[in-house]
């Protein structure tokens, strides 16, 4: 199955925001920021908790607001950050957002 | 009424991201940014559309997530940005989502 990414001149801030905006969301796209390859089971190795069909709906989101590619890689999902494209049409918000987390951790 | 409000460093980033995450609020939260002083009404007035029933969820979201402060004078509720407080936990981060709005009203 092919999914459908948006353009990155069609992406828009409010939904990276909103897509950003859940604990969930944004511990994987954490783990995706940290490098290496991914796909959904690793990330979901990573940070634990939520279960495999309960993640469709998040990577949904993510896909659909442009944070990442979801492609298919035989039986699995490979899933990458959309770094260029969120630092070039969004300067600086990406590293803020992964500083602000780290923030929250080191503070709670 | 007396709204509470959480302190600096009882800030979440992804409930700040939430918050901002949402076309009527990022607007609401442009207007405030743009200076001046505010209540719902002149903030409802420049942002035009939602009804002001349909704010109090509003302005709850983000006075909860700690985006703006809301307290009553007289009959209104001033609003003010917690720019200073977000500024000092997530540098940068709001100025990137301001400037991330421009760019997408600018080329839509």
Redesign the interface.
Known sequence: MKYRHPER?QI????????????VR?AAVRVLAGGGEHNCTSVLTEIGVPAKSTMTHHWRVLRDSGVIIQEPSGRENLLTLRRDDLDA?????L???L???R??EA?S
């Not at 828009?12 to 604990?23: F, I, N």
């Not at 049409?89 to 918000?93: F, V």
């Open positions: 001149d828009r801030v409010d939904e990276v925001l909103s897509a950003l905006g859940h604990p944004l049409r969004y300067p600086g918000l590293d803020a957002v500083a602000g987390a923030t929250d503070g």
